[in-house]
């Protein structure tokens, strides 16, 4: 429950401290006193979109504080630990800042956070309805909300368990829906791969390929210069005979060697020379023997096959000219390609996967909707009955609440169901829905009704209401004071009313007193008891707060509602 709530430089607020703590709080106080001010106080720490123009005037910003007291383990915690926030010894500060440029800040436990923190925390810690939430219960979508609140926790299950089947089912079938479009698409792209394909697999490129035709070719290509020059150089190292007087480079070195080796024995400085010169030789020789194997070995037909490495040269260009930038990427499409022809060709054997998948889907989404169709109907008519008996006490003797179950539509996330609930004002009249034929103090509480009902099966921490007595007054009035103050027994109750039926039954009276220096409006709020609480109901009777009867008034109505809350 929310314990206190700071209000700074809101509206017409300067600043502000509201103890609310449990039970059942009314919060007056005269037209313009800012009194709404707490219902938008609280919506800013639940998350609700901030506006600038709130912040009162001449101010930077407006500041919102709220301390609550929460359990220390549970959802609530969880969440603010993952923020980095804490809860300390069960309380839970949550602040909001909205500066006058509309920027906004959100404080959790201590820590800053994200705005739509407050909003997921604010879930689960209050249900406020202000005359927009009371609208809101016209729609078809609120109306079966709160009949899955009445239904309770097996509802809850049979939906959770429908929901996982009908994500899955709808998964699938969007998937098969996907493929079976896309089927000519693919089966195009299937062809013309494979027909990539199969030019790669008859060329079959090797790793470096290119390259080393890229050096057959050019030796190819100078292919006469390279023999002329290796018969030249044989000639010179090792002539079969003479050319021009000139002996050869090994006949040379020969005849060098012989010099030395007749007069080594003189001197033994030549002989590492004469050594030199006889492995010169040995050299000379082999390098020769290497010339001639050379000239044996080269092409005979060096223009054929020339033309047949520039075909296969022509070839691979092709390939990497449509395939990439290099041969390795022609090697890398041709593995990645076969991968994706795979996948192709194995689509026609995921779409009868799926079929049959969505065939044996659409079976347990049917039987679970059906279950959950089931809960629903047997819920509607205790709901229906239930608040009957509150329209009842709440001065519409007369009224019939019915709540209808369709289930004759497409399966959706909620399930195959369509929730109407319809009034019937007294005996006679059509029964007609509550989004066409209720007025705004009948939807106040028939609203009313059925959270006192729901109350019983889905407890909330704190509910806020703004206004929950628009367009009642006199008995009906007392009745909602008193249906509110019952309420206040399961959880925290917070109203902002003008009408002092409903404050009567207030366990904690709170008054926004509006004051001025002539220039800013300016207000605070005081709890009240004893005399100046009998005074704020004689002027919410009569308009005046010091009149003898308005007082008398008051006292009296004040007793009546001690009495009517005690006996229930």
């Given amino acids: ?43 800013l720490l639940l998350g609700a979109r ?46 909001r800042s909205v500066s006058s440029e509309g920027r906004s800040r959100a404080v959790v436990g201590g820590r800053s956070a994200p705005i739509g923190v407050l909003t997921e925390l604010g879930e689960e810690l209050v249900v406020v309805h202000g005359q927009a939430d009371q609208q809101r219960l016209r729609s078809a979508v609120a109306q079966r909300d709160a009949l899955d609140r009445f239904a309770g926790a097996e509802l809850q299950a049979a939906l959770t368990e429908y929901r996982a089947a009908f994500t899955a089912w709808h998964a699938d079938a969007a998937e098969l829906e996907r493929l079976t479009l896309a089927r000519d698409e693919r089966l195009r792209e299937a062809a013309t791969l494979r027909e990539a394909l199969d030019e790669i697999e008859v060329a079959d ?31 010179l190292v090792s002539a079969d005979e003479i050319v021009d007087d000139a002996p050869d480079a090994v006949t040379l070195v020969d005849g060098a ?35 001639g194997a050379y000239l044996a070995g080269l092409d005979a037909d060096g223009a054929r096959e020339l033309e047949v490495v520039q075909e296969r040269r022509a070839l691979l260009t092709s390939l990497i000219r449509r395939h990439g930038s290099s041969l390795d990427d022609v090697l890398d499409f041709g593995r990645t390609g076969g991968l994706r022809l795979v996948e192709l060709d194995g689509d026609d054997e995921r779409i009868e996967q799926l079929a ?3 065939d044996e889907g659409a079976i347990v989404v049917d039987r679970l909707a059906g279950r959950v169709s089931e809960l629903r109907t047997d819920a509607a008519g205790r709901l229906a009955a239930a608040v009957t008996v509150e329209l009842a006490a709440l001065a519409m003797p007369d009224a019939r609440l019915t709540v209808l179950v369709d289930s004759e539509h497409e399966p959706a996330l909620h399930g195959r169901d369509q929730v109407a609930i319809l009034l019937q004002p007294h005996p006679g009249a059509e029964p007609r829905s509550v989004s066409k034929g209720a007025s705004g103090g009948e939807l106040s509480r028939v609203m009313l009704a059925i959270e006192v ?59 926004v007193v509006k004051g001025t220096d002539g220039r800013v409006t300016e207000s605070s709020v005081r709890r009240l008891e004893g005399a100046d609480r009998e005074a704020e109901m004689a ?7 010091e009149s003898e009867s308005g007082l008398a008034h008051a006292r009296e109505l004040l007793g009546l509602a001690a009495e009517r809350a005690t006996t229930g």
Avoid: C
């Fill in 205 to 235: 490129p090797r790793a470096g390929e290119d390259l080393e035709l890229s050096e057959r070719a050019d030796r190819l290509s100078n292919l006469e210069d390279l023999r002329l020059a290796a018969a030249q150089a044989h000639t």
């Fill in 356 to 358: 049959a998948s969505v």
């Fill in 257 to 291: 060697k012989r010099h030395l080796e007749r007069v080594v024995e003189h001197d033994a400085a030549l002989a590492p020379i004469r050594e030199a010169l006889q492995n010169a030789g040995f050299l000379l020789a082999d390098a020769a023997a290497e010339l």
């Fill in 50 to 95: 901030a506006d600038a123009g709130a912040v009162r005037s001449g101010a930077k910003q407006a500041w919102v504080e709220g301390r609550w007291l929460v359990p220390e383990d549970g959802p609530v915690a969880e969440r603010v630990a993952e923020t980095g926030g804490e809860i300390e010894t069960g309380e839970l500060l949550l602040g």
């Fill in 453 to 511: 009902v729901i109350a019983g099966t889905d407890p909330v921490p704190t509910f806020v209401f703004d206004e929950v007595d628009a367009g009642v007054g006199g008995a009906a009035a007392i009745e909602i004071g008193r249906r509110l103050a019952r309420l206040a027994e399961r959880s925290q109750v917070i109203v902002v009313t003008h009408l002092a039926q409903v404050a009567a039954f207030a366990t904690n009276h709170l008054s």
């Fill in 539 to 545: 002027r919410l009777l009569s308009g005046l707060a």
């Fill in 1 to 43: 429950m929310i314990d206190e709530l700071g209000i700074r430089d809101l509206g017409v607020i300067a600043e502000a401290t509201l103890p609310l703590g449990p039970g059942f709080t009314a919060v007056t106080g005269e037209t313009g006193a800012g009194k709404t001010m707490v219902v938008t106080a609280l919506g």
